[in-house]
Nanobody, 124 residues
Framework: QVQLVESGGGLVQAGGSLRLSCAAS????????MGWFRQAPGKEREFVAA????????YYADSVKGRFTVSRDNAKNTVYLQMNSLKPEDTAVYYC?????????????????WGQGTQVTVSS
């Protein structure tokens, strides 16, 4: 069992930066691939970024590539999402999620555990 708690959201102007954190409980955090998803009002939850258990591989949606960076610290049971050059269209609730060995990193249905989300609002 893994419990996830996101933090770091807030209101920022376009072009600004935020760093989201996701703290995990459970002894097996380091064995999970961790993902970030977001959901804007009236839209489906979409993939943003993911990082494998070792941190050796990272994946990004085209819409955030070059602006967002996902990282993890297994000693602290925490995964991060550094968001730079934020745009109004990045406004959404951001969720972290944990996935076991099976399934695709791209599909939200393949993730086993989810946090409660943190709001990110980017003003123009």
């Amino acid at each position: 069992q893994v419990q996830l708690v996101e933090s770091g959201g807030g209101l920022v102007q376009a072009g600004g930066s935020l760093r989201l954190s996701c703290a995990a409980s459970g002894r097996t955090f380091s064995s999970y691939t961790m993902g970030w998803f977001r959901q804007a009002p009236g839209k489906e939850r979409e993939f943003v970024a993911a990082i494998t258990w070792s941190g050796g591989s990272t994946y990004y949606a085209d819409s955030v590539k070059g602006r967002f960076t996902v990282s993890r610290d297994n000693a602290k049971n925490t995964v991060y999402l550094q968001m730079n050059s934020l745009k109004p269209e990045d406004t959404a609730v951001y969720y972290c999620a944990a996935k076991g060995v099976y399934g695709s990193i791209w599909y939200r249905s393949d993730y086993d555990y989810w946090g409660q989300g943190t709001q990110v609002t980017v003003s123009s």
